[in-house]
């Protein structure tokens, strides 16, 4: 050992606070607790691309059918207001969305104003170290009561999930250039038990169309 | 087009289904040429592995022709000779970029499935459950491979099938699973199990530098096999053997530098052992007959490594920590990241160095497989590898 053990480690200073309030004052925060009608998620993934271009990606509102679960249109309605769309089979949902802090490169605040969805949410993106990518973090609550039981026999998930799998799928979209997908899968009989297995096997979930939109061959 | 779907545990049928077509741009469909049934298919027949539906095709070991590609494949064409690794990598999210493929963060759709049974999700794979992606599998006349331009190796030589098929993923998992055993120069190597990837295990271990290997198993032509090799082969249901003994004894009393478990979770044993394994699994109380790992803990010696490339699936019982601990081995494990290995291999193959074909005992077609699964998984007929024709 060439240097004593009481030297200080040369290192950068640690940061004090991170996206969507994880850390605050170099110490970890656990998301906010479900209560008084609120619901709270944050969910983080880590994507091989910068943060501008991931903000660049997530203000495209317009194009987020192609990655969010079930919305099937997005219009602007102002500089920072936009009309949400949300359909399954024959019902819909509808509501109308404000961006309250727009940040480039490095964070995004919205939320509902009106209609049928009460919700709010925060993504922030801050650069991985050693290029590892850069890490989202999303933090998201939603008012419970109708809408979101709503929802969840809307979309077959409970909208907490939907948060997780809707940045899944804008990480795969990013990434990879398309959102996985199996179905139409060739199969055999599935026998009695087939439609509780398929449920419970996420085989009815919708899964966005990704860069997919027209036809893949 | 035909295929063996599993029907439940023990039953397998080949069936008419539909044919799979192109769903993303970055997909092509394969007219399958030669598939393979693989040791993991046991686990999947014996109903050891969660989340399989009734109609699943089976099947991970596949090659064949490019038949068609979607708009974005650059790397392939129709026409083209492929072998297909079984584990599915997108090639771009931080695991693909280090390489550890089977890790790929974005090719298994079912995601959250995984993520709740293991806390994260590891790549999808063809023909292995719902938790693994639902993906159809490749015992059968064609089937849609998913981010054709990463994974996919195109053969340009006119080696034969056969020699190029285990390319899919058995060579390639036994050179990972020697490649994880951290061999050195002059190391002494055992290697429980003498089925397929037990058998390129050896054969990688000694390509690998391994002075001496010692092959562990019951069955004469599979020990045969590894004999021939150069292995040193030890019969563990022998009377009066006993293993451990034996790999003292093989090795001046220290132990094997290095110890491969190419059995995993299904392992056999006749003793009081397999018996309290065998009636715990069935009571669902344990998921896994953790045989193997448990003797190659006690097997290895001091600081030495364990390299698992047999599947455990789930919760392991009276697995011997407090030894591991003691004697600061190291563990690696884990499906294969196929994507290192398949050019590599390829070249060895093509220099002659290895013909893997010779692990072949059984040429069937998609008719056969159903009574071929049932042979296989009770040990019948020296069966060592089977190979299936589709269009035969
Ligand atoms: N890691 C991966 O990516 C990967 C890939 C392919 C296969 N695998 C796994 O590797 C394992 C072996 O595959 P395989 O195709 O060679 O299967 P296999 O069933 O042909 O071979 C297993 C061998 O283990 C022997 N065995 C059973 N109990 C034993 C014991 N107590 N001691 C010594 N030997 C014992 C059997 O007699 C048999 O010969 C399986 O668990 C399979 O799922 C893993
Ligand atoms: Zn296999
Ligand atoms: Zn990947």
Redesign the pocket.
């Known amino acids: 050992m060439s240097t004593p053990l009481t030297e200080k480690p040369a290192v950068e200073p640690l940061p004090r606070t991170a996206g969507a309030a994880s850390m605050i004052d170099g110490h970890y925060a656990p998301p906010p607790k479900d209560k008084d009608g609120k619901m709270w998620v944050r969910t983080s993934a880590i994507i091989q691309a910068d943060p501008q271009t991931l903000y660049e990606r997530w203000s495209d509102l317009e194009s987020s059918p192609s990655w969010q679960e079930e919305i099937t249109s997005v219009k602007k309605t102002g500089p920072k207001t936009s009309h949400w769309t949300m359909k399954s089979g024959d019902k819909t949902i509808e509501w109308d969305a404000e961006t309250l802090a727009s940040e480039p490169g490095k964070r995004i605040a919205w939320h509902s104003t009106a209609g049928d969805i009460h919700e709010a949410g925060e993504v922030v993106f801050e650069p991985a170290p050693a290029g590892r990518g850069t890490i989202v973090t999303i933090l998201m609550m939603f008012e419970m009561g109708k809408i979101a039981a709503m929802w969840e026999t809307f979309v077959g998930r409970n909208p907490k999930q939907a948060v997780v799998e809707n940045l899944r799928h804008f990480k795969a979209l990013v990434e990879a250039n398309e959102i996985p997908r199996v179905y139409p899968v060739p199969h055999g009989p599935r026998g009695t038990i087939g439609s509780l297995k398929e449920s419970a096997f996420g085989e009815k979930l919708p899964i966005p169309a990704g860069s997919n939109a027209s036809q893949p061959a | 087009m035909k295929a063996v779907c599993w029907m439940g545990t023990s039953k397998v049928e080949t069936l008419t289904v539909d044919d799979p077509q192109l769903l993303n741009a970055q997909d092509a469909i394969i007219k399958i040429t030669r598939t393979a049934i693989?040791?993991?298919d046991?686990?999947l027949y014996d109903g050891m592995i969660p989340t399989m539906e009734a109609g699943d095709v089976l099947g991970h070991e596949f090659m064949g022709i490019v038949e068609e590609v979607g708009k974005d494949v650059t790397k392939i064409k129709r026409g083209d000779r492929v072998v297909i690794p079984f584990t599915i990598a997108c090639g771009n999210c931080l695991f693909c970029k280090k390489k550890i493929w089977a890790a790929c963060d974005n090719s298994n759709p079912n995601a959250q499935l995984m993520e709740k049974a293991y806390g994260y999700s590891g790549s999808g794979l063809f023909g292995y459950s719902h938790m693994m992606g639902g993906y159809a599998g490749g015992q059968a006349q064609y089937a849609r491979v998913p981010y054709a331009n990463v994974g996919p190796l195109k053969i340009e030589s006119d080696l034969s099938d056969e020699k190029v098929l285990f390319l899919s993923?058995?060579f390639p998992?036994g050179y990972m699973a020697a490649e994880n055993a951290q061999i050195t120069e002059g190391d002494t190597v055992a290697v429980?199990?003498?089925?397929?990837?037990?058998q390129f295990a050896i054969a990688s271990a000694f390509m690998l530098g391994a002075a001496k290997v010692i092959a562990?198993?019951?069955?004469p032509e599979?020990l045969e096999l590894a004999r021939s090799l150069g292995a040193i082969t030890v019969d563990?249901s022998e009377e009066d053997v006993s293993v451990l003994e034996a790999l003292k004894d093989l090795t001046g009393g220290i132990g094997p530098d290095a110890c491969i478990d190419?059995?995993?979770?299904e392992?056999?044993?006749s003793d009081l052992q397999g018996v309290y394994d065998t009636v715990k699994t069935a009571l669902l109380l344990e998921t896994d007959r953790p045989?193997?790992l448990r003797q190659a803990i006690m097997a290895v010696r001091k600081g030495g490594t364990l390299s698992i490339?047999?599947?455990y699936g789930g919760l392991l019982d009276k697995v011997p920590f407090g030894a591991a601990f003691g004697k600061g081995i190291t563990m690696k494990m884990?499906?294969?990241n196929m994507h290192n290995y398949m050019t590599p291999l390829l070249e060895r193959i093509e220099k002659g160095q290895i013909d893997p074909s010779y692990i072949i005992s059984h040429r069937i077609t998609l008719d056969q497989a159903p009574d071929m699964y049932k042979i296989w998984r009770d040990?019948k007929e020296k069966v060592t590898k089977i190979v299936i024709d589709p269009w035969a």
């Open positions: 693989c040791g993991s046991l686990h993923d058995i998992t429980w199990g003498c089925g397929p990837v037990g562990i198993d019951r069955f599979r563990y190419a059995v995993g979770l392992a056999h044993s045989i193997v490339p047999g599947v884990g499906q294969t040990k």
